[in-house]
Nanobody
Framework: QVQLVESGGGLVQPGGSLTLSCAAS????????MGWYRQAPGKQRELVAA???????NYGDFVKGRFTISRDNAKNTAFLQMNSLKPEDTAVYYC??????????????WGQGTQVTVSS
């Protein structure tokens, strides 16, 4: 079992910045990818950003250069730097990790989510 500890959410004004972090621990042999998804009320969960262990990144179309995902492989931690935040970025942000456990079984796990609210 893997635990994902998310932090960094909160209330920010439009145009402001936030940094989310997600630390994975537990029965992990290796992590393939870590990422962030978000879900606003009444909408489907969507990809925000993801990064592989090789540093390959993928972003949702709405990001448009405003967000940057990075990763500390040694600490099994991913970071999402969000700049130029807009009210439409308001959502619950969920950390996701795809990993192999110590039995070499591939797994996909989700964090509890952290609220990001962009409002004046």
């Amino acid at each position: 079992q893997v635990q994902l500890v998310e932090s960094g959410g909160g209330l920010v004004q439009p145009g402001g910045s936030l940094t989310l972090s997600c630390a994975a621990s537990g029965n992990i042999f290796s992590i393939h990818a870590m990422g962030w998804y978000r879900q606003a009320p009444g909408k489907q969960r969507e990809l925000v950003a993801a990064i592989t262990s090789d540093g390959i990144t993928n972003y949702g179309d709405f990001v448009k250069g405003r967000f940057t995902i990075s990763r500390d492989n040694a600490k099994n931690t991913a970071f999402l730097q969000m700049n130029s935040l807009k009210p439409e970025d308001t959502a619950v942000y969920y950390c996701n990790t795809q990993y192999y456990n110590r039995s070499y079984k591939f797994n996909n796990s989700w964090g509890q989510g952290t609220q990001v609210t962009v409002s004046s």
